[in-house]
């Protein structure tokens, strides 16, 4: 897995994370942090995260870097095309 599609996965789990705390922890009182504030914070970085990886995505597309090294299958074949038992 490259890592602009792990910083996608990622941002959409914080991001999810944060909403859930928006929504559903208005009514919770803590003495330091508002977690409905926590929330907004988390979705903002959630949301950054996730354009950051789309981006790194899309970099790495247009550059042909592949998310993982190929195997070499051209390594037991010869250069006309047929491949060469001996080897």
Do not use: Y
């Amino acid at each position: 897995m490259s890592r602009g599609t792990k910083n996608v996965l990622e941002g959409v789990a914080v991001f999810a994370v944060g909403l859930c705390l928006k929504l559903l922890t208005g009514d919770v009182d803590i003495p330091v942090l508002t977690l409905t504030k926590v929330g907004v914070v988390l979705m903002v970085v959630g949301a950054v995260t996730l354009v950051t990886g789309a981006v790194q995505t899309v970099h790495e597309a247009r550059a042909g870097t592949p998310s993982r090294p190929a195997a070499d299958s051209t390594a037991d074949s010869r250069p006309d095309g047929s491949s060469d038992p001996a080897a």
